[in-house]
């Protein structure tokens, strides 16, 4: 994908343009991760781009911004800025085009992010981040009372990044990180839960988690029972145990998924009724949250001897005429019996043993 990258580049070059990928494509390089998400960066304006490439789509154009489709690849491309003035410390409301790169990279959040790659592949260090990267060090580029007030973002953008990256935060940012964090709750509940779910969803969230609670960030995010969960490797399992389905955006199968897991951890331990109720996934966050072997666990499923009332030997038209009654309520109660009967290996799933214990029971 950088080949392709670079092609984008060149051909820029060759229309008199400067142009460069930045953003976190360089920083990864350096740092030694793969990754496909490339951002270039370019004096061309939108305009310009739009007579240059073929396949453009236009997606902001209003703050420099287009993708260009090219050769399978997708590339966000944004034309150098220097953006004038924000909105609700979120969003800039007023830009202005510049041809310069080193401009362009002021405006940006952490020093780590500055790194570029020219047209020849070449890795350029403008604003001496690399001794931030070497350290590993997150540092806002510019006074971090100004970068973090202007954008709020930036707080959960910094802790991402710390805890994905397992950086360390400079002091004076983490302050303003801190003392800023009242401005979290002007950002919308989206774009607080993406940040959010990939701290969560990183193998190092327990940093993560320790400091959104340390900074006290916690209360602005309204997850004040942060500090009280147990720490577990799938999302849902955080969430659930945070109870803000009525503030965070969640689709309606997340929502009725963290219901049965709030329900299932109300039991001490899980047995094969359990298991079957719930299904494997629900119980294996379950094993996760409460400590419990999964292997266990995969073992115990494996060997419940129905996975579905489809599968149990009888049906309601059986129960009715083994007991020469007309269908009605009562063969719901006989079913669940039969079910939990099976499920506790009381009663083997076999068509003339339930029968015979329908007869012994309820004739």
């Given at each position: 994908m950088e080949e392709k990258a670079l092609e984008i580049l060149n051909i820029l070059n060759e229309k008199g343009y400067e142009s460069y990928i930045?953003?976190?494509?360089?920083r990864d390089k350096l740092l030694g991760y793969k990754t496909n998400d490339i951002d270039i960066c370019t004096s061309a304006t939108p305009k310009e781009l739009l007579s240059i490439f073929e396949n453009v789509i236009v997606s902001d154009t209003q703050y420099g911004s287009i993708v260009i489709a090219y050769k399978g690849y997708k590339f966000d491309v944004t034309t150098f800025r220097k953006e004038i003035k924000?909105?609700?410390h979120r969003r800039p409301i007023k830009i202005k085009y510049i041809k310069n790169i080193k401009k362009d990279l002021l405006r940006r959040d952490f020093t780590i992010?500055?790194?570029?790659?020219?047209?020849e592949g070449n890795i350029i260090d403008a604003l001496g981040a690399k001794e931030d990267l070497d350290k590993r060090i997150l540092k806002t580029v510019g006074n971090p009372k100004y970068r973090i007030k202007e954008d709020a973002l930036r707080i959960l953008r910094c802790i991402r990044f710390a805890t994905i990256?397992?950086?360390?935060i400079d002091k004076k940012t983490k302050h303003y990180l801190s003392k800023y964090s009242y401005l979290l709750k002007k950002l919308s509940t989206n774009r607080k839960k993406e940040e959010l779910d990939k701290i969560f969803s990183s193998t190092n969230k327990e940093k993560g988690i320790k400091l959104l609670i340390d900074l006290n960030l916690t209360n602005a995010l309204d997850i004040s029972r942060l500090s009280m969960i147990t720490i577990c490797t799938d999302l849902i399992g955080i969430w659930c145990q945070l109870e803000v389905e009525d503030i965070y955006p969640f689709t309606?199968?997340?929502k009725?998924?963290?219901l049965l897991l709030r329900e299932l951890l109300t039991h001490n331990s899980i047995d094969n009724y359990l298991l079957y109720?719930?299904?494997?996934y629900l119980c294996t966050v379950y094993a996760d949250i409460k400590g419990i072997s999964k292997r266990k666990l995969n073992t115990m499923y494996n060997n419940i001897p129905i996975k579905s009332k489809k599968e149990i030997e009888i049906n309601a038209s059986d129960i009715s005429k083994i007991l020469n009654k007309k269908p009605g309520k009562y063969i719901k109660e006989i079913m669940n019996d039969i079910e939990k009967s099976i499920l506790?290996?009381?009663l083997n799933n076999n068509k003339e043993e339930i029968k015979e214990y329908i007869l012994n029971n309820y004739s």
């Open positions: 930045v953003g976190g494509y360089p924000y909105e609700d992010n500055t790194f570029c790659i020219d047209k990256l397992n950086f360390e309606k199968v997340e009725e998924q963290m109720k719930y299904g494997l506790n290996n009381s």
